[in-house]
């Protein structure tokens, strides 16, 4: 099992940016896919960004694309998302997930979550 910490988030103006980080404990973190998700109050949880094993290849979400980058530092047992040009639509609770084998959209292939951290982004 591994265990997942979110920090980072906070309040930004529009344009702003952040750097989510998302810490591992307990498995070695390197063997599993990772994710970032989004869900904002009365939506569906949506993935934000995916990125495999040994962090050669990151997958975005279209509203993302350009703007954000996902990251990860095995050494560290820690994934990243830095979140540029930030828009009051990014405002959600990001989330940080691990799989055994996927880092696709659905939400329901994650085996670890963490509990999340509020981005808010103001106009």
């Known amino acids: 099992q591994v265990q997942l910490v979110e920090s980072g988030g906070g309040s930004v103006q529009v344009g702003g940016s952040l750097r989510l980080s998302c810490a591992a404990s307990?498995?070695?973190?390197?063997?599993?896919?990772m994710a970032w998700f989004r869900q904002a109050p009365g939506k569906e949880r949506e993935r934000v960004a995916g990125?495999?094993?040994?962090?050669?290849?990151?997958v975005y979400a279209d509203s993302v694309k350009g703007r954000f980058t996902i990251s990860r530092d095995n050494a560290r047992s820690t994934l990243y998302l830095q979140m540029n040009s930030l828009k009051p639509e990014d405002t959600a609770m990001y989330y940080c997930?691990?799989?055994?084998?996927?880092?696709?959209?659905?939400?329901?292939?994650?085996?670890?979550w963490g509990h999340g951290t509020q981005v808010t982004v103001s106009s």
């Open positions: 990125i495999n094993t040994r962090g050669t290849i990151a």
């Open positions: 997930a691990a799989s055994d084998d996927y880092y696709g959209t659905d939400a329901g292939r994650y085996n670890y």
């Open positions: 307990g498995d070695t973190y390197g063997r599993y896919y």
